[in-house]
């Protein structure tokens, strides 16, 4: 999603997010949070997200925010990679 000619962020991108469908391609669940990151209503998820798909700068406090409509920094395309790549460990190592 991230390299699309409009890139959008997820972020809330995680294991029980990702599926199979019948034909064996990957679809993305929670789509509703999806952001489409040149729009000037951008921000941050709109709900909790699991510290362990977080990528650190987003736990960060200190990190300022581009909106103020959410306390903390907002979610990226990079942080979606974070997401992503932890949902590969949890695959990895847990099946």
């Not at 972020?11 to 669940?29: C, P, Q, T």
């Not at 362990?52 to 979610?75: F, H, N, Y």
Request: charged content about 15%; hydrophobic content about 40%.
């Amino acid at each position: 999603i991230s390299t699309a000619d409009t890139p959008l962020v997820h972020g809330d991108l995680r294991g029980s997010n990702i599926f199979l469908n019948y034909g064996g391609k990957v679809v993305i669940a929670d789509v509703g949070m999806v952001y489409i990151t040149d729009t000037p209503e951008f921000t941050m998820m709109q709900s909790a997200a699991t510290a362990r798909w977080t990528a650190p700068e987003l736990m960060d406090p200190k990190v300022p925010r581009q909106s103020t409509s959410i306390e903390g920094p907002d979610c990226t395309t990079q942080s979606d990679v974070f997401a992503f790549a932890m949902t590969i460990v949890q695959v990895g190592f847990y099946g």
